[in-house]
């Protein structure tokens, strides 16, 4: 496709279930991005990696949090043992050159009850 | 750590106004700087840029005006139009923009018609 897709677009989840949600990047782009995004906030950089490495994961929240990027394409951040402060808007995004000509896809909205 | 500091939360004008929105920073390593628009249900996508090699940059009805020395940058929208009605980000970036991105909170804009 054209652009970042993300799936689930909505994950409904229980506390204390695992959930991966997974980013398709625009086909070539060498580097991807996971953000977070709270309601009436921006986006929280979480994780990035540029093909298959893992450049930077200072800011995933904590040990429960994990992404792999296998391949140097579809990426996929898993969070086990969700909590309800884990509710919030994930966001992928990819780059051909960098953060700055990051791509963002549409979400996926996580809500755990 | 607040990194990127942005104002006002919200805004309203009226079409043909000019809204402007602030954007101040405490790391001075920042060396990009984009402004981002998002649409409801959609993701953040990238307006204008600028790099502090520059106290200016124009593009269209968007200009971003940059003072180095007080680290602040502001967005300006000529002859807003009820179709700008968004809620932009500003953000900040090392490393010519190939590190990640610091998101400000956000101003939601209304331009009314």
């Known amino acids: 496709g054209a652009g970042v897709s993300q799936s689930p677009r909505y994950k409904v989840t229980k506390r204390g279930q695992d959930v991966a949600l997974r980013c398709d990047p625009i086909?070539?782009?060498?580097?991807l991005y996971w953000y977070r995004q709270a309601l009436g906030q921006g986006p929280e950089f979480l994780t990035y990696?540029?093909?298959?490495?893992?450049?930077?994961k200072s800011g995933l929240p904590n040990d429960r949090f994990s992404a792999e990027r296998p391949e140097g394409s579809i990426s996929t951040l898993t969070i086990q043992r969700t909590e309800q402060r884990d509710s919030a808007m994930y966001r992928c995004?990819?780059?051909?050159?960098?953060?700055?000509?990051?791509?963002f896809g549409p979400g996926t909205r996580l809500t755990v009850l | 750590q607040q990194q990127v500091k942005q104002s006002p939360q919200s805004l309203i004008v009226q079409k043909g106004g000019i809204p402007i929105i602030n954007c101040a920073y405490e790391n001075t390593a920042f060396d990009y700087f984009p402004w981002y628009q998002q649409f409801p249900g959609k993701g953040p996508a990238l307006l204008i840029a600028i790099r502090p090699d520059v106290s200016e940059k124009k593009e269209g009805r968007f200009t971003i005006s940059f003072n180095k020395s007080a680290k602040q940058f502001s967005l300006h929208i000529m002859d807003s139009q009820p179709g700008d009605s968004a809620t932009y980000f500003c953000a900040a970036s090392m490393n010519s923009g190939y590190s990640t991105l610091t998101f400000g909170k956000g101003t939601m804009l209304l331009v009314s018609p």
């Open positions: 086909s070539g782009h060498v580097s």
């Open positions: 990696f540029n093909y298959e490495a893992q450049q930077d």
């Open positions: 995004a990819s780059s051909a050159t960098g953060a700055s000509g990051a791509v």
